[in-house]
């Protein structure tokens, strides 16, 4: 991408990206999918920014116990 | 016609019920719900439907005549996504790129609902490959609302809320990766779960977004939904996802009541930014909770903002992860929306993806935080109602609003942390549309959130209302 401080994404951004990745893209899809990750990304960016300062924090998607709580978190908890 | 109408109209636990009995035969109900489909076919509800099932239902009523019940869903018409396999059967996920794929073997929910005695009578209308919110599927045709067929069914289990809604199933399966059984659930006026990541098999399914993708129940009431639910869940060595924890007996636990449940909404969130007639159904839902004992208070998510923008980066990339060869491979036989998503998803930042996974683990984190001062939360299961075929914008609060974005404003809490949640019906908007309401739970808590919809569902009728097709 020519200019990653930007939000908004230009149709050679993509076709640059797309061609990175081995991406056969028309151009008409290129348009497409330039306007739709420039919708997309002024959000994207504030949260990854934003979680930039969140430290010791694990991506984690499953849970291990009945109530996801850590024990000591389970005290007072109803079932 | 009127006997089939009243066969069509009762719930799954009184039809499994009266099969037990003997009263019913499981003949009768498939027969009457295989001639509904047929009746609602252009509603585009079904892609296809098994005329063999009535063979099935013929040895279901001769077991039942010789004594024998297989479980709790003996001889009861359920209905399947198209993205869940039967073998021996089409899969197609409601696309080209799938139009000849037979399925080997059972998806394990298959194996369970048949274990319980349930009859497969066909596979449902979805968005295709289930990305997306409102069933518009180019190949098998728009699935449409039985409640006005110029609305949209929300998706991307669409066609499986139409033909529970319609009577043309006694229940169906979703799948809901961002809200995908509970907004077909809220805008056909039916109930749906989306259960505990983990807590339903999704062996057999094709996926989604792995780490949110699980498979729900839908039907007419918590009842119903609590019955399905309890064949359904358990743990799964064929899942590598698929949680070690006990099943609670949901049927069982149903009408213990609410009394001194604490019911939260999220300030700033649970009853910002929606609908009139949204908000007026969460508020008319939390004053029946009340009335019924339990106490409500305000609970505080301080990171709530951002859960849109994480959902459709997760819901991106993973998507576009596991279709990566097929779309350089059979590019032409996507849909022009979905092909646009998966190529899109292609092209966000790894660092994207995995911020917004670390913002998921925070988001969970001041969930369950929450959960030490109430129970159950409650929002809109979406912030409007159903919306006119075709349609990719919606108005809110007065400004036209990009409705994939919207359409996860809810939805995408429990999508995001796994929590579990259900959609109940919540009354009707100005043009007698369905308006939901989602309840979510702890991990693994369906049968609270389930005991707190069989709770809404004595104390209004909402659930009971049927749509034109089906009421005459």
Redesign the interface.
């Given at each position: 991408m020519a200019d990653m401080r930007s939000d908004q994404l230009t149709v050679e951004d993509?076709q640059a990206?797309?061609a990175m990745?081995?991406?056969?893209?028309t151009d008409a899809?290129a348009e497409?999918?330039a306007e739709?990750?420039s919708?997309?990304m002024p959000?994207?960016?504030?949260?990854?920014t934003?979680?930039?300062s969140?430290q010791e924090?694990?991506?984690?998607?499953?849970?291990n116990?009945?109530?996801?709580?850590a024990p000591h978190?389970l005290a007072?908890?109803?079932? | 016609m009127k006997a089939r109408s009243q066969l069509l109209n009762m719930e799954l636990h009184t039809a499994a019920q009266r099969v037990a009995a003997g009263d019913v035969s499981p003949v009768d109900l498939v027969g009457a719900c295989l001639d509904q489909a047929v009746a609602i076919s252009d509603t585009n509800a079904y892609i296809s439907v098994f005329e063999d099932a009535l063979e099935v239902a013929e040895a279901s009523a001769a077991m039942i005549r010789a004594g024998y019940r297989i479980g709790p869903l003996h001889g009861m018409p359920i209905a399947l996504k198209d993205n869940i396999n039967v073998a021996g059967k089409l899969t197609t996920a409601g696309s080209a790129v799938l139009k000849d794929n037979i399925s080997m073997i059972d998806a394990t929910v298959v194996e369970r609902l048949r274990s319980a005695g349930a009859i497969i009578i066909g596979k449902t209308n979805l968005h295709e490959f289930a990305w997306g919110g409102t069933s518009a599927n180019v190949t098998f045709g728009f699935v449409k609302n039985p409640w006005n067929k110029g609305r949209m069914p929300g998706g991307s289990s669409g066609g499986s809320g139409v033909a529970v809604a319609s009577g043309a199933c006694f229940g169906a399966l979703g799948t809901d990766t961002g809200g995908s059984v509970r907004l077909p659930s809220a805008l056909n006026g039916i109930t749906g779960v989306r259960p505990?990541?983990?807590r339903v098999s999704n062996a057999g399914v094709i996926p989604l977004a792995w780490?949110?993708d699980t498979v729900g129940p839908m039907a007419r009431s918590a009842r119903d939904c609590a019955l399905l639910l309890g064949a359904l869940a358990g743990h799964d060595p064929r899942d590598p996802?698929s949680?070690n924890?006990?099943v609670d007996d949901y049927s069982g636990t149903l009408d213990a009541g609410v009394g001194g449940l604490?019911v939260g909404l999220i300030e700033g969130y649970s009853l910002h930014h929606m609908q009139a007639a949204v908000e007026k159904a969460v508020r008319e839902a939390v004053e029946v909770l009340q009335d019924l004992g339990a106490v409500v208070r305000e609970v505080s998510i301080p990171d709530i903002e951002?859960n849109?923008?994480?959902q459709?980066?997760v819901e991106s990339v993973e998507p576009s992860t596991y279709h990566q060869r097929s779309?350089?491979a059979k590019?032409d036989d996507y849909a022009d929306d979905v092909?646009?998503?998966l190529?899109?998803g292609?092209?966000?930042p790894a660092?994207?993806y995995?911020?917004?996974?670390?913002?998921?683990?925070?988001l969970?984190q001041q969930m369950?935080a929450a959960?030490?001062e109430v129970?159950v939360i409650v929002c809109p299961t979406l912030p409007f109602t159903a919306t006119p075929l075709g349609e990719t914008l919606v108005n809110i609060d007065g400004e036209d609003e990009?409705m994939l974005s919207a359409i996860m404003q809810f939805t995408g809490l429990p999508s995001l942390t796994?929590l579990p949640a259900v959609s109940v019906p919540g009354g009707f908007d100005q043009d007698r549309m369905p308006v939901g309401v989602q309840l979510i739970g702890?991990?693994?808590?369906e049968a609270?959130l389930l005991r707190c919809a069989a709770a809404i569902q004595s104390a209004t009728d909402h659930h009971l209302q049927r749509p034109p097709v089906l009421a005459a």
């Open positions: 993509v990206t797309a990745i081995g991406l056969p893209l899809d497409e999918v739709l990750l919708a997309w959000a994207a960016v504030a949260l990854s934003r979680m930039q969140v924090l694990m991506p984690a998607s499953t849970f116990t009945v109530t996801g709580l978190e007072g908890v109803k079932g | 505990t990541i983990g780490s949110m996802g949680a924890v006990g604490r951002g849109i923008s994480a459709l980066t779309l350089r590019r092909r646009l998503l190529q899109a292609e092209l966000i660092v994207h995995v911020q917004a996974q670390r913002y998921r683990a925070l969970r369950l959960y030490h129970d990009d796994g702890r991990p693994f808590a609270t």
